[in-house]
């Protein structure tokens, strides 16, 4: 799951700008820190790369069976 919450640092404490979703409760998550230097627009740019590669992962991708087996000899056959 990739998820981009904004957070200001207060007290050596992150405060989350929106909720985390609650099938986070008991996790250990990893955190990205960007620094304060870097404009809102790169921000926002990267993000927008993220979730336009995360659309194509989805539109190209496909569940398999839980049985399923990839038969490698059929292709070493050809």
Not at 24 to 45: C, F, N, R, V
């Given at each position: 799951?990739?998820?981009?919450?904004?957070?200001?640092?207060?007290?050596?404490?992150?405060?989350?700008?929106?909720?985390?979703?609650?099938?986070l409760?008991?996790?250990?998550?990893?955190?990205?820190?960007l620094?304060?230097?870097?404009?809102?627009?790169?921000?926002?740019?990267g993000?927008?790369?993220?979730h336009?590669?995360?659309?194509?992962?989805?539109?190209?991708s496909?569940?398999?069976p839980?049985?399923?087996?990839?038969?490698?000899?059929?292709?070493?056959?050809?």
């Amino acid at each position: 799951m990739l998820t981009i919450v904004q957070a200001t640092c207060t007290n050596g404490e992150l405060v989350l700008s929106e909720k985390l979703s609650p099938e986070l409760e008991g996790k250990t998550i990893q955190i990205l820190i960007l620094e304060p230097t870097q404009s809102i627009q790169t921000i926002d740019d990267g993000e927008s790369k993220i979730h336009q590669f995360l659309e194509k992962v989805n539109n190209y991708s496909f569940r398999l069976p839980p049985d399923y087996q990839f038969n490698r000899e059929e292709i070493y056959e050809q």
